[in-house]
């Protein structure tokens, strides 16, 4: 059993950056795929960014490409996800996610993800 705890959100102006840690504990870490996914009001949760469990390959949505970077270290047991040239429509709350390496997941597909964290509030005013 994996437990996540998202930390590093808050309010920011629009251009700015904040960077997302993502804590795990309880399991091996380099055993799982992480995923990064955010639910704004009004909307559908959606998928953000992913990086496999080795951390040798990584996977965005459209609208975060160039802007978003995500990265682990297994050794801290801790996936990022460093956040450029925030918008306005970048608000919402960002969750990160587990999904098993040997359940061959699809990382862009949240319902493969077995383990989740509780959530961080980013808000970026325009």
């Known amino acids: 059993q994996v437990q996540l705890a998202e930390s590093g959100g808050g309010l920011v102006q629009a251009g700015g950056s904040l960077r997302l840690s993502c804590a795990a504990s309880g399991g091996a870490f380099s055993n799982y795929h992480m995923g990064w996914f955010r639910h704004a009001p009004g909307k559908e949760r959606e998928f953000v960014a992913a990086i496999i469990w080795s951390g040798g390959s990584s996977r965005y949505a459209d609208s975060v490409k160039g802007r978003f970077t995500t990265s682990r270290d297994n050794a801290k047991n801790t996936v990022y996800l460093q956040m450029n040239s925030l918008k306005p429509e970048d608000t919402a709350v960002y969750y990160c996610?587990?999904?098993?390496?040997?359940?061959?997941?699809?990382?862009?597909?949240?319902?493969?993800?077995?383990?989740w964290g509780q959530g961080t509030q980013v808000t970026v005013s325009s």
């Open positions: 996610a587990a999904c098993s390496r040997w359940a061959r997941c699809t990382t862009t597909d949240q319902y493969e993800y077995n383990y």
